[in-house]
Nanobody, 119 residues
Framework: EVQLVESGGGLVQAGGSLRLSCAAS????????IGWFRQAPGKERDVIAA????????YYDASVEGRFTISRDNEKNTLYLQMNSLKPEDTALYYC????????????YGKGTLVTVSS
């Protein structure tokens, strides 16, 4: 059974930091690009960061570039998102997803972890 399980969300004040993790199982992790998506209330789910199968290429949405860092540990089948300088507009449900491309046509999604940034 394919599983992507996010953790690390919570409530943080603006300017603070959080580190999200995504533990993968049930598929060959290093065959896939992995991305972080988020969905704020009333908005669509958007990709905010992604990383290639070996970590050699990364993508960041303009809204998070310079503040968030995506990384992966293929030995541990785990994806990370270090989030610094958080803003209230970063409040959303954060998902990880795996696919053969970095940002579209993802094959597997987790259930998400909630990040709330207070002002």
């Amino acid at each position: 059974e394919v599983q992507l399980v996010e953790s690390g969300g919570g409530l943080v004040q603006a300017g603070g930091s959080l580190r999200l993790s995504c533990a993968a199982s049930g598929f060959t992790f290093d065959d896939y690009a992995i991305g972080w998506f988020r969905q704020a209330p009333g908005k669509e789910r958007d990709v905010i960061a992604a990383i290639s199968w070996n970590g050699g290429a990364t993508y960041y949405d303009a809204s998070v570039e310079g503040r968030f860092t995506i990384s992966r540990d293929n030995e541990k089948n785990t994806l990370y998102l270090q989030m610094n300088s958080l803003k209230p507009e970063d409040t959303a449900l954060y998902y990880c997803a795996a696919g053969k491309t970095m940002t579209t046509g993802m094959d597997y999604y987790g259930k998400g972890t909630l990040v709330t940034v207070s002002s």
